[in-house]
């Protein structure tokens, strides 16, 4: 099945550092990967669309200079949250669309669990 | 645009009992239909899908759900429910094309009482 690996499962920094977190997809080629955050007890929320060799689409109220996306290959997409901030505490899940699968079929990694003091 | 409603914030159900978990749908155009698991600290784990055809649709673990046009339902059902089936549950929507956005449910947590 189609494996998709995120690192670091959870990390824990201090306000004003950066992070970044690193979404693979191991047995197949993504050209759209997602970017999503989870409030505790909720759904999950769209922040961003990483597109391979294009820049990124970012739902609306997402600050783009805060969440970098950067999706240089077809197998890897990051998100590096910049000067964090405690708000900025979450979990965050990417999530991988396979190239000509049928149906808008998406496959998740385990989650990052950030957390800013 | 499409929406989904999962009516049930949180089911309780006796280990061995049956389960439905409730999910309703909108869209003005033809959908596909997924359930997720989350269990804790970890991501979404696809349970099962509706793409086309038959809408009867079996998925990992024991869970099967119905796709029903008419009433625009996809629920979760589970013949007998198992501790390690605690979890939380995403019923998502789509629209037809490449492009459309995967559309999440708040999500129902189904809790197993021994």
């Known amino acids: 099945g189609a494996v998709v690996s995120q690192h670091p499962s959870r990390v824990i920094c201090k306000s004003g550092t950066s992070v970044k977190i690193e979404c693979r997809s191991l047995d197949f080629q993504a050209t759209t990967m997602f970017w999503y955050r989870q409030f505790p007890k909720q759904s999950l929320m769209l922040m961003a669309t990483?597109?391979?060799?294009?820049?990124?689409?970012?739902e609306q109220g997402v600050e783009k200079d805060k969440f970098l996306i950067n999706h240089a290959s077809l197998t890897l997409s990051t998100l590096t949250v910049t000067s964090a901030h405690p708000e900025d505490s979450s979990f965050y899940i990417c999530s991988a669309r396979v190239v000509g699968g049928a149906g808008n079929i998406q496959y998740f990694g385990a989650g990052t669990r950030l957390s800013v003091l | 645009a499409q929406s989904v409603t999962q009516l049930d914030s949180q089911v309780p159900v006796f280990e061995e009992a049956p389960v439905e978990l409730r999910c309703n749908y909108s869209?003005?155009?033809?959908?596909?239909l997924f359930w997720y698991v989350q269990y804790p600290n970890q991501g979404l784990q696809l349970l099962l899908k509706?793409?086309?055809?038959?809408?009867l649709v079996k998925g990992i673990n024991g869970f099967e759900a119905e796709f029903n046009k008419s009433q625009t339902s996809f629920h979760l059902r589970k013949p007998s429910v198992h501790i390690s089936d605690t979890a939380e549950y995403f019923c998502a929507v789509s629209g037809p094309n490449r492009d459309d956005k995967i559309i999440f449910g708040k999500g129902t947590r189904l809790h197993i009482l021994p």
């Open positions: 869209s003005s155009v033809s959908v596909y």
């Open positions: 990483s597109n391979e060799g294009s820049k990124a689409t970012y």
């Open positions: 509706y793409l086309s055809g038959s809408t």
